[in-house]
Structures are given as structure tokens and as C-alpha cells.
């Protein structure tokens, strides 16, 4: 057997140790990214929303400008699944899905806010009673929390949500913006 120097190859394994560990860092970022923690309440029934989707889509009301959609929901999402407002209440009654989703402008002014939830009997829109205090808002990223100020009874429905998320900004390759002159 050739004769090693132990000292020389034992100072490699930290590094390699080093790259192991900074490598599965890298692969749980995202996953710890796309978080949500609260409770969605719809008719008396609780679901806990866990996981959170942020996608940006064209703006409905200022042509040339982007919004952002977030999804808080019990199950993870596509990008597809959360641009897709209709679809997305589908799967609350067929799948029993519960979702918070919400638009935001440019400006994190609220545009649109939606609970979805098997419980109600009919679709809530609630941009009316929703509070977003935000935490991060630029580009990449979009944090933090959700609520309604207290239960709301409207429509012969009953709801209330209070959810903190941070989630990363899912690019949309077919959005337009303002083109440069």
C-alpha cells in the first residue's frame, strides 16, 4: 500500500462535508419559501392553510402592469392551479380544497380576495374585508399576513381567515408589461 499523508486527505472531507451541507440547503429553500400558517373559518368549519403559491398574471384593470395572485391554501398548488380562479373553486367542491386567493396591484393595494372552502354554499368575494399588512413585496418575493378584522356574515355565509405566508414570485413568460420606448 502506498504510504498517504493522513493529514492531507482527512483536510478534505470538511469541504466536502461543507458542500453536502450547503447543497441540501439550497434544495429546501424553495419548499421552506412557499409557506403559509393560519386557519381559514368557513360556516363553522376550521381548515389550516399551509402552504402558499405567488404568481404573477397580466393586470385586469392597468393594461401594461403586472398583479401578483397568492394562493394560501391546505394542499400544494401549480402556478397553472393558482392563476385559474375557476378552477381553483372547482376543486373546493370536488376536492374539498381550502384556499384563500387573493390579487394585489403593483402598489400591494388588494384587488380581488376569495375563501374557498367546502363548507360555503356559495362563492365569497371579500377584497371588502380583507387586510393585507405586508412584510416583503418587491419582484422575487411577496411576504406577509392576511386577515379579515374580525368574522365576517355576509351572503348568508360566515368566514374569517388569518394567515402569515412568504412566498417566492412565480414569472409568467407570457405577461406583458409597458414596453420600452
Known sequence: MPDVDRHAVSSWVPPAR????????????????????????????????????????????????????????????SAAQARDAAGLEAMSRRDGLAALRVVLNPDARVMSAEPLHPAFTTFVSSALWVRFEPTAYDEKRIAGRLRTPGPQNEFRQQWSYEVSFSAPIVLDPDATTVPRR
Open 18 to 77: 461543507a458542500l453536502f451541507v450547503v447543497a441540501a440547503m439550497l434544495a429546501t429553500t424553495p419548499t421552506l419559501a412557499q409557506q403559509a400558517n393560519g386557519t381559514l373559518q368557513a360556516n363553522g368549519r376550521a381548515a389550516k392553510l399551509e402552504h402558499a403559491i405567488a404568481v404573477e398574471v397580466d393586470s385586469a384593470t392597468e393594461p401594461g402592469y403586472l398583479d401578483v395572485v397568492v394562493v394560501l391554501s391546505d394542499r400544494r398548488l
